[in-house]
């Protein structure tokens, strides 16, 4: 806003010295506030770096540790997919195993059934044999019994 002067007021006139005092204070107010521009400006910049280097710094926290993440996630499925085929493996050992033990029982079940068939039939032919045996004394007895008998029968 521009001063209207109506004529009551008079400038008023300053004497030399203080005109150039005031000049003078007027310009050391403008260097300090220069001074203080240019320190205002250099924090501005080292904030500013210090801002760059701390975004710098997180993203390269959070790229490593994303990588870390994703190391550990491919070793995780890494593992996860060794313990399925360890389990799957395992299972088909344990069925072979079980299926060749199921055999095995089988063979000696079957070989056991036929030592033993073979045994009966050879301790049924001992027995017919001890049978004949003892029915052969028998006889035996009872024909020597029946000579002897003769034999007193000739003497006489």
Same mark, same amino acid.
């Given at each position: 806003?521009?001063?209207?002067?109506?004529?009551?007021?008079?400038?008023?006139?300053?004497?030399?010295?203080?005109?150039?005092?005031?000049?003078?204070?007027?310009?050391?107010?403008?260097?300090?506030?220069?001074?203080?521009?240019?320190?205002?400006?250099?924090?501005?910049?080292?904030?500013?770096?210090?801002?760059?280097?701390?975004?710098?710094?997180?993203?390269?926290?959070?790229?490593?540790?994303?990588?870390?993440? /994703?190391?550990? @996630?491919?070793?995780?499925?890494? =593992?996860?997919?060794?313990? $399925?085929?360890? #389990?799957? *493996?395992?299972? &088909?050992?344990?069925?072979?195993?079980?299926?060749?033990?199921?055999?095995?029982?089988?063979?000696?079940? /079957?070989?056991? @059934?036929?030592?033993?068939?073979? =045994?009966?039939?050879?301790? $049924?032919?001992? #027995?017919? *044999?001890?049978? &004949?045996?003892?029915?052969?004394?028998?006889?035996?007895?009872?024909?020597?019994?029946?000579?002897?008998?003769?034999?007193?029968?000739?003497?006489?």
């Amino acid at each position: 806003m521009g001063d209207v002067n109506d004529g009551s007021l008079q400038p008023q006139v300053m004497p030399a010295g203080a005109l150039e005092l005031s000049k003078q204070l007027k310009q050391e107010k403008i260097n300090s506030l220069q001074d203080r521009v240019l320190v205002l400006c250099k924090q501005k910049e080292f904030l500013k770096t210090r801002l760059e280097k701390a975004e710098t710094d997180t993203h390269q926290f959070v790229d490593y540790f994303q990588s870390q993440i /994703e190391t550990k @996630d491919l070793i995780n499925n890494t =593992l996860k997919e060794e313990t $399925q085929k360890n #389990e799957l *493996e395992s299972k &088909k050992i344990v069925r072979e195993m079980k299926d060749n033990t199921s055999e095995t029982i089988r063979k000696v079940k /079957e070989e056991a @059934d036929n030592n033993e068939l073979e =045994l009966r039939s050879h301790l $049924q032919m001992a #027995e017919e *044999e001890l049978h &004949k045996l003892n029915h052969f004394r028998e006889m035996k007895g009872t024909v020597e019994a029946q000579m002897a008998e003769l034999h007193k029968t000739v003497k006489r």
